[in-house]
């Protein structure tokens, strides 16, 4: 009778396991998440800056606003291909003019965490390619 319970259990586990595998992961969900629509993205993004730039609640507004604004300028881009969106001189542009609305909103405290922020990123996806590419130029 127990080694009847522990079989099921394994089963069970097993089971859960093999399911599990085809569940998406969390980088997926993201991803996902801003292929849906500008709203979306401009949520998640005025989330992640009211958290880490301890936004008041007058500057969230304002800011949902832009990041909305800017989002559904960059919808052509996002849903072009199932690929991320790619660096283009126009992309960039539009990036570089929200960049300067969110200035007249941030203080002067936010926008230099922000820019920490931003460094630090760079600063990963940077390691992230060299990764890429030295293990591209061994196989």
Not at 43 to 49: L, Q, Y
Not at 78 to 105: C, D, F, G, Y
Request: hydrophobic share 40%; glycine share 2%.
């Amino acid at each position: 009778m127990k080694t009847r319970n522990i079989l099921w259990g394994i089963l069970a586990l097993v089971a859960v396991l093999g399911l599990s595998s085809f569940l998406p992961g969390p980088r997926e969900e993201i991803q996902k998440a801003f292929r849906r629509s500008p709203e979306t993205r401009a949520n998640v993004i005025t989330s992640i800056m009211k958290n880490r730039l301890d936004l008041s609640e007058a500057q969230v507004e304002k800011v949902y606003q832009i990041n909305l604004k800017y989002a559904q300028k960059l919808q052509p881009f996002v849903s072009s291909s199932e690929r991320p969106v790619a660096i283009s001189e126009e992309a960039t542009k539009i990036n570089e003019e929200r960049k300067e609305e969110m200035l007249a909103i941030l203080t002067p405290a936010q926008h230099e965490q922000a820019d920490q922020i931003r460094k630090q990123w760079i600063s990963r996806l940077e390691t992230i390619l060299e990764r890429l590419k030295q293990n591209d130029f061994k196989n």
